[in-house]
């Protein structure tokens, strides 16, 4: 059944953003095979044709003919150890005769009403340019880090190896219950589904798994690696205790024989080199995704402040995109230590409800930023990216999450 959902005129043609159909399910994969100078084999078509839900798949159509797509992925998230419903932007392209009119603006609109109206209160995505995403309020908040090791250099300097690491079949079941004790201490990791670690994390049968076992038999960490022409790269490594990294990466120091190079991906403020007896080695961090603030009321009603509010918060919020975030939000307690979230819209001729003399004045990419913990209040307005009075910037900065931003999933 074909979902019109919004239609009208442009230059005599007729212009419609909908869902797509199943009959139009190849022409939507081959417009990013295009854009993004891949090719699917006929496995992987099918693959992906078992994976994606045509309701998730949006285009842009003139005259009928599929001018620019997008995907929405309906992932969750943690933040500071709760789940949000998030929505995941993937696969943004045009026909290059439909580039430059416009198309992937008025796609990135409709995907916020989409995810608003599904409570969706977050989205990410992977820019190919964080400026141009950027003008559609989404806003860095990941980084990633590679180590590259030689051999050599790995064997470590401690004792505290107990336990032992054990190879293991593809078990989605034991890995995913390492996987959540780990990645609720992380804004902005996904929460797995069975169908998502088959289709994404576990999709090469040729990746070899290893679980750390402790003295107890209790599982505390696992490695996804694969070996190929001399080199071992890491793709996931999850250690829950100081045994299971020293042990783990005694594990990885005993293929040198096989190797001459080790990748590992880390999250940032994960710390190797010390442990190591000849700690001079690579590090390369890289930016990786963007993510947004769908709906700021819907998000501060969910939000894990740390403790009850003492005081109100408000946030006088630009956002030119989604024009339900413009204007002024007061967040506070309620009489039976509940949380009310009041939304002012702006007045004629001013950006917020009011001129602020109180409150933090933002924009929704830097409100988006702080609230991942990628950088603080007092940092952004140091830099002049926030506007606020000290003692209120300082009191967001003590009731925000501690957890810190960091994901090994791509899509």
């Not at 004045?361 to 140091?382: A, Q, R, V």
């Amino acid at each position: 059944m074909m979902n019109i959902v919004q239609g009208w005129e442009k230059g005599g043609k007729t212009m419609e953003i909908r869902t797509i159909n199943e009959d139009e399910f190849d022409d939507f994969l081959k417009m990013g095979e295009f854009a993004f100078q891949y090719e699917l084999s006929e496995e992987e078509r099918k693959k992906r044709r078992s994976f994606l839900k045509v309701e998730n798949c949006w285009a842009l159509y003139e005259d009928g003919a599929m001018a620019s797509k997008l995907t929405i992925h309906p992932f969750e998230i943690w933040i500071g150890n709760r789940n949000f419903s998030m929505g995941g932007i993937a696969g943004v392209a045009s026909w290059p005769e439909h580039r430059r009119k416009g198309h992937v603006q008025k796609l990135m609109k409709k995907s916020l009403e989409v995810m608003r109206e599904q409570r969706q209160y977050v989205s990410m995505l992977h820019p190919f340019s964080f400026a141009f995403y950027r003008k559609y309020g989404w806003e860095m908040t990941h980084t990633t880090k590679t180590y590259e090791i030689k051999p050599e250099q790995l064997p470590i300097r401690t004792a505290n190896m107990k336990g032992k690491v054990v190879r293991i079949h593809h078990d989605i079941q034991r890995l995913n219950a390492i996987y959540e004790r780990y990645a609720q201490n992380y804004n902005g990791m996904l929460k797995r589904t069975e169908k998502w670690w088959n289709f994404s994390i576990l999709e090469n049968s040729r990746d070899i798994v290893a679980v750390y076992e402790d003295e107890a038999g209790e599982d505390q960490g696992y490695l996804i690696y694969n070996v190929k022409d001399n080199l071992m790269e890491i793709e996931e490594w999850i250690s829950l205790t100081p045994h299971a990294k020293s042990t783990m990466l005694q594990y990885v120091a005993n293929h040198d024989s096989m190797v001459r190079k080790i990748k590992i991906h880390p999250p940032v403020e994960e710390s190797f080199a010390f442990y190591m007896a000849d700690p001079k080695i690579k590090q390369e961090y890289s930016s990786y995704f963007m993510s947004r603030v769908v709906d700021v009321k819907g998000f501060l009603e969910q939000y894990p402040f740390k403790g009850d509010l003492e005081r109100s918060l408000i946030f006088h919020i630009e956002d030119t995109f989604a024009e339900w975030n413009n204007g002024t939000f007061i967040v506070r307690s309620d009489d039976h230590g509940g949380r009310l979230v009041d939304y002012y819209p702006p007045k004629e001729g001013m950006r917020c409800s009011q001129e602020p003399q109180r409150g933090i004045l933002c924009t929704i990419n830097m409100f988006s930023t702080m609230f991942f913990n990628h950088m603080k209040p007092t940092e952004l307005s140091t830099a002049g990216m926030i506007t606020g009075k000290h003692d209120e910037l300082s009191y967001l900065e003590t009731i925000l999450v501690d957890e810190r931003p960091f994901l090994y999933d791509f899509f």
